[in-house]
């Protein structure tokens, strides 16, 4: 900057660069902070990897082995015993069909919610939020008695329909939220081309809502895959998910802790194989919609 004599003022180019200082200090530290709670957060997870591929006599050393010789003992015996595939292949299908018949189920609903004027619509929402309320060590029991009475104890059926009651209330509400912030204009302009209102809601609120649907499919996905308590009391041998083989291996007097960490290697994996599939929608979706209504 010049001054009234004609010459540059020389601590304006000063304060710009201690600006320029200071924006790239506070750039860095604010780089390393999340490269330090990145750290943190993901330091778990390479104990459990790194304790999966150690032998069984060094899984539970303290200290422990930093450098080791890593090998796939734990893997090779889980992929040889029937009844973990077996117990996977049960959460797998269940808690697949669950996700799927909690989304028909929910989204339809919470379109209705957020389009039709319903009678006591606050009580009703406060009821579908209701099933959450309790913890599920309350309704356990009375779900027991329940399922004894239909036949639905140790059953696939009986444990799809649990996951869509953990998960319906959940999805309900946030798909609310989402088809509140899509705008009737757009569905009002279909219907003026000669679209029905179920044409409307197929072809223009569901591709708009579609963040919506991915993100409560992921957290129903991850909600009912890692439920342990209901397929404790609801299940005894045909249904078995995958969490309850895995709690086997913590036994009254020792821990098999090498065979334990491989199981939940093998958990991990499906959710993040879901996470991957996703992840362009995930952003989005915990954003509550991508259309504002003005």
């Keep these: 900057m010049a001054t009234r004599d004609g010459n540059v003022d020389p601590t304006t180019g000063s304060q710009r660069l201690d600006k320029d200082t200071r924006e790239t200090v506070v750039r860095a530290a604010r780089h390393g902070i999340l490269l330090l709670w990145s750290l943190v957060v993901l330091f778990p997870l390479y104990w459990l990897a790194s304790m999966s591929l150690k032998p069984p006599g060094e899984a539970n050393q303290l200290p422990p082995d930093w450098i080791f010789l890593p090998t796939v003992y734990n893997y090779i015996q889980l992929a040889q015993s029937g009844e973990f595939l077996t117990a996977f292949a049960n959460s797998v299908l269940m808690v697949s ?24 619509e606050r009580d009703v929402l406060v009821w579908i939020l209701s099933s959450r309320m309790l913890p599920p060590i309350a309704v356990v029991i009375p779900f027991f008695v329940i399922f004894q009475s239909f036949n639905l ?60 649907i991915f993100s409560v499919a992921i957290i129903s996905f991850i909600f009912a895959w890692i439920e342990l308590l209901f397929g404790l009391v609801l299940t005894s041998f045909k249904a078995v998910p995958v969490t309850l083989f895995v709690y086997s291996f913590i036994g009254s007097r020792s821990i098999e802790w090498g065979m334990l960490a491989a199981a939940s290697m093998a958990m991990i994996l499906p959710v993040v194989i879901f996470l991957i599939a996703v992840n362009k929608y995930l952003a989005a979706g915990l954003s509550f919609g991508v259309v504002i209504k003005e």
């Design 97 to 120: 069909a669950s996700v799927i018949l909690v989304l028909l189920i929910g989204v339809p609903a919470a379109y209705v919610l957020s389009r039709y004027d319903i009678p006591m």
């Design 153 to 212: 104890f140790d059953t696939r059926i009986g444990m799809v329909l649990m996951y869509v009651s953990i998960n319906l209330s959940l999805v309900v509400w946030v798909m609310k939220a989402f088809f509140d912030g899509i705008p009737e204009t757009l569905e009002e302009a279909a219907r003026v081309d000669g679209a029905t209102r179920f044409q409307g809601f197929r072809k223009v609120v569901l591709p708009a809502a579609k963040p919506g």
